[in-house]
């Protein structure tokens, strides 16, 4: 999938623009507040988005950045990518002041962070073990990678600096993910995707628009690209053999 062109497609039209991003925002006013201290200890891995979101990212977030504080995100994020495999890492939308660079649009997984119950959070972990499990075991199979046991097995705890008006138990939390994937739906309904996608994962989505974005300027100027995005992944894989647990 061309993620600029679903991207810019979203984007382009300012009605469907706004009507996108009102269905995005009465998903996120279900989620209940709360007082936060800040701490930025769950801000420390990739999360997986929507498209409509991962529009709003750019279109709200992102492109408001100043070219420098741009400039700096990128690094973060090529940073991030090419290491995922072999160490945790913060989350690369953060800056060195712990400030979260995409605040105002920050997607779902972030905004409900500390509002789960401790139950339906752990319920959620198991999950996203078994998952990585799963990947470690295909990685190792096809790449001869082995993932780190801090890469693994790695754990945001459950918060408990931050008391939300109420907790929110499994079906709540599945029931606002449910909202996202049917909002994404619309987007295939309505010519935007060829395919229904649900969710990605948002460094690499963004990294994808970058490249992208970059190839299509240098093209403009030399009819030729810089770098591609099997490129960049060969580079991934011979940085995480190199640093793979023996």
Avoid at 15 to 20: F, P, R, S, T, V
Avoid at 208 to 222: G, K, M, R, V
């Amino acid at each position: 999938m061309d993620i600029k062109n679903v991207i810019d497609r979203i984007n382009a039209s300012t009605e469907k623009k706004n009507a996108y991003n009102l269905l995005l925002n009465q998903v996120y006013a279900e989620i209940p507040s709360g007082s936060c201290v800040g701490c930025a200890k769950c801000c420390s891995e990739s999360v997986n988005v929507s498209l409509v979101e991962l529009a709003n990212i750019f279109e709200n977030g992102i492109s408001k950045l100043l070219p420098k504080q741009r400039e700096e995100l990128y690094k973060r994020i090529i940073s991030f990518y090419l290491s995922e495999w072999v160490k945790p890492n913060a989350c690369p939308f953060l800056d060195n002041e712990k400030r979260c660079t995409i605040y105002e649009v920050r997607p779902l997984p972030c905004r409900i962070f500390g509002a789960p119950s401790e139950d339906a959070y752990e319920s959620n972990y198991m999950k996203i073990r078994k998952q990585n499990l799963t990947f470690a075991k295909s990685l190792y199979t096809f790449e001869g990678i082995k993932l780190s046991p801090k890469v693994l097995m790695k754990k945001i705890d459950f918060c408990e600096n931050f008391i939300p008006e109420y907790r929110l138990e499994s079906d709540a939390v599945e029931g606002l993910y449910s909202q996202l994937i049917n909002l994404d739906g619309k987007l295939y309904f309505d010519g935007i995707i060829d395919e229904p996608i649900i969710n990605g994962d948002l460094v690499s989505w963004v990294l994808d628009y970058i490249i992208d974005d970059a190839n299509e300027i240098n093209n403009s100027l030399t009819n030729a690209s810089i770098i591609s995005k099997e490129m960049l992944y060969q580079l991934k894989l011979d940085y995480s053999k190199h640093h793979s647990v023996k």
